[in-house]
């Protein structure tokens, strides 16, 4: 059994090693959790990763959560061109510093609108409006940041080429792009850095790697999404709670 | 002008930099930045890191903020014992996985741990409703089993026989509610073990050292309205 990694492309850190994995025409089996239906809280999933999360990495007996340790794992054992994560000292350095910052700033801040727009509504849960302010705010705080202290003058995040952590970043951005959040209005040099990076990662690999959030709203209109079992509720409504 | 850190043994990531460039000798000239008197909200520091936070490294022209990135910037100039980050794959992604997964989950616990039984009502001045404070106990109750479970489990380190980065970022984060007044090692036999391996580890009078901060937290003076209202936007952004 060759490589194999669970994932849903709903969830924008497997979006980012999905792309990885592609782009760099690595060979792996695609194990979709289905994390509407709840199925990475089932007890199959739960021996693969008792964290219950994806995505997640099976290479034979080796198994491996957490995308920025995937992402690393892949680029070294696979050997993909050095720009992904440079050898060179202060580049890598400054690929972590970036990783570092968007756990906490980044993480957890941009999965909010999907939460509010989607995933709360299918079990009945509004998002009082407060949170839905404040999570506007960090939004563009984040992206102030995002866009004066990494982007700067540079053409990529951490540097004059794409790292991992353009690929990660990317990701997030583009969960409140597809539930109608116009991050990049307005900010030119995010918007050029963004069609840079797709450049290179080629459109129709961020297509497919997109196909599930883009048609996300249409298909809660449509009232086709799945319907979450009642042992689900209560992550989800943890996380949502979460919501500061 | 050599290696430069900007610390507060008062903040957790400051603390595993700390241990780390002491215990692996490396020459540094340390900057205290006083956090609770408000110096990484100065002008002058924002010289430093725009972002005003703790720890900073400065190496020539070379600026680096985040604790992570420090301490492997760190370990590949320095070239220290290979335990600490290993060359293995596996054995370094197991490394990478904790230093991922620690961000949003003990870090923030322990945190809020803090803060919420200690420095917002001794130092601050500011009641935190019981629920808040049993709300925040519960959560580090959880990430504390899931430390144990998934990554502790039976072996003598998080990541393995050998102690690694992963456990010093740990053991310096569990501080954080100790110094508060948690028990946090009462009724974890496992994770009282570990403690003791990696004290053992580090050195007991370096992790002494760079603990006494923390542990005299509660006898900080209560902060005056002046700092209080300098540090409050801060102190709320942080334990969000």
Request: aromatic residues 10%; proline residues 6%; glycine residues 4%.
């Amino acid at each position: 059994m060759g490589l194999e990694l669970y994932m849903n492309l709903l969830s924008q850190p497997s979006r980012a090693v999905y792309i990885f994995a592609k782009k760099n025409g690595i060979p792996f089996e695609l194990r979709t959790v289905d994390l509407i239906k709840g199925q990475h809280r089932s007890k199959e999933f739960f021996q693969i990763n008792s964290l219950q999360k994806v995505p997640v990495l099976k290479d034979g007996d080796f198994i491996l959560t957490e995308s920025s340790a995937i992402l690393i794992y892949l680029s070294c054992k696979y050997q993909t061109a050095d720009h992904w994560y440079p050898s060179d000292l202060q580049a890598r350095a400054r690929v972590h510093e970036y990783l570092g910052w968007h756990a906490d700033c980044i993480r957890g801040t941009f999965g909010v609108p999907m939460w509010v727009q989607v995933l709360g509504p299918l079990i009945g849960v509004q998002v009082p409006e407060e949170k839905v302010e404040r999570n506007r705010t960090a939004i563009d705080q984040a992206l102030q940041w995002l866009e004066n202290k990494f982007l700067g003058d540079r053409l990529f995040l951490a540097g004059q080429q794409v790292t991992l952590a353009d690929l990660m970043a990317l990701e997030e951005l583009m969960q409140p792009v597809a539930v109608g959040y116009e991050l990049f209005k307005g900010r030119p040099r995010l918007a050029a850095w963004r069609e840079r990076v797709e450049a290179f990662l080629g459109a129709e690999l961020c297509q497919e790697a997109r196909s599930i959030i883009l048609s996300i709203l249409e298909q809660a209109a449509k009232k086709t999404l799945p319907t979450p079992p009642p042992e689900v509720y209560p992550t989800m409504l943890l996380r949502i709670a979460r919501i500061p | 002008m050599g290696l430069e850190l900007y610390l507060d043994l008062l903040s957790q990531p400051c603390r595993a930099v700390y241990i780390f460039a002491k215990k692996n000798g490396i020459p540094f000239e340390l900057h205290i930045v006083d956090l609770i008197k408000g110096q990484h909200l100065s002008d002058a520091f924002a010289q430093v890191n725009p972002l005003k936070k703790v720890p900073a490294l400065k190496d020539g022209d070379f600026t680096l903020t985040e604790s992570v990135a420090i301490l492997l910037y760190l370990t590949r100039k320095y070239k220290v014992p290979d335990y600490w980050y290993p060359q293995d794959l596996q054995a370094r992604a197991r490394v990478d996985e904790y230093l991922a997964w620690q961000h949003t989950t003990l870090r923030r616990s322990c945190l809020r741990a803090l803060w919420h039984k200690m420095m917002f009502p001794v130092f601050l001045g500011e009641p935190v409703s019981p629920q808040t404070l049993v709300a925040t106990l519960a959560e580090l109750d959880v990430t504390l089993q899931l430390l144990e479970d998934k990554f502790l489990q039976n072996k003598a380190f998080l990541t393995g026989p050998h102690i690694s980065l992963a456990d010093l970022v740990a053991i310096t984060e569990l501080m954080h509610p100790v110094g508060a007044g948690c028990q946090v090692f009462e009724g974890r036999p496992k994770l009282a073990t570990w403690r003791q391996h990696v004290k053992a580890a580090v050195g007991e009078d370096l992790f002494r050292e760079a603990h006494e901060v923390i542990l005299k937290a509660k006898d900080f003076p209560p902060a005056d309205p002046t700092i209080k209202q300098k540090l409050m936007p801060w102190v709320l952004a942080m334990i969000r």
